[in-house]
Each structure stands twice: as C-alpha cells, then as structure tokens.
C-alpha cells in the first residue's frame, strides 16, 4: 500500500498561481502512473491530469495550457502546477497512483489516495 500526502493548497486570487506537492512512500510509486483529481463541493471527483514513469502527459481540457503535471522520482515527489487559476478551479485536489491513471478509469479502480489538499480562488 501506498502512503499520498498532498501539499501546497490555499487561498488564491483569479489569476494567481499554486503549485501543488504529492509526496508518496514505498518504491511502488517509481513505476506507476501517478494523478491529480479534484472535488468541489456537490460535484463528483474529476480527473484533472496524469504523468506516467516515462512522463507521458495528459490534461482535462477544462485545465490544458493552464496546469502542469511533473514528477521527481528520486524525491517520490509528484507536482501540479497550476497558473491562471479561475474560480472554477476550486475544489479539493487529490493525488493517486496505480498503474494506469486516466480520465476513462472508473474511480474506483484507484486504492490509494492521499486525504486531499484545499484550493480556493477568489477575490
């Protein structure tokens, strides 16, 4: 099993930026897939983006040109940056690691998630 803590999250205006921390224990997280969703009040979780071992990429739309997702293995350490923050963005953010992470799997198919980090963006 693995242990996901996430960091980073706050307060912030629109326009602003944050970046978030997801930082794992157990050497399962070298070789699997690695996640951000998030969850705003009343909504279900959705993905927002994933980065493999190799650092393949991919983005919800709602978040492409804005976010990015970067991972350093040797820290056990996955990242999202996130620029151009909307109001719509605010939700809890949660990381997860399995061997695949996608927006098409279903959201219990993950085991592990970290206990979630808040982002608010307002004025």
């Known amino acids: 099993q693995v242990q996901l803590v996430e960091s980073g999250g706050g307060l912030v205006q629109p326009g602003g930026s944050l970046r978030l921390s997801c930082a794992a224990s157990?050497?399962?997280?070298?070789?699997?897939?690695t996640g951000w969703y998030r969850q705003a009040p009343g909504h279900q979780r959705e993905f927002v983006a994933a980065?493999?071992?190799?650092?393949?990429?991919n983005y919800a739309d709602s978040v492409k040109g804005r976010f990015t997702i970067s991972r350093d293995n040797a820290k056990n350490t996955v990242y999202l940056q996130m620029n151009s923050l909307e109001p719509e963005d605010t939700a809890v953010y949660y990381c997860?690691?399995?061997?695949?992470?996608?927006?098409?799997?279903?959201?219990?198919?993950?085991?592990?998630w970290g206990q979630g980090t808040q982002v608010t963006v307002s004025s």
């Open positions: 997860t690691t399995a061997p695949m992470v996608a927006a098409s799997m279903p959201l219990d198919e993950y085991d592990d």
């Open positions: 157990g050497t399962i997280f070298s070789i699997w897939a």
């Open positions: 980065i493999t071992t190799g650092g393949s990429t």
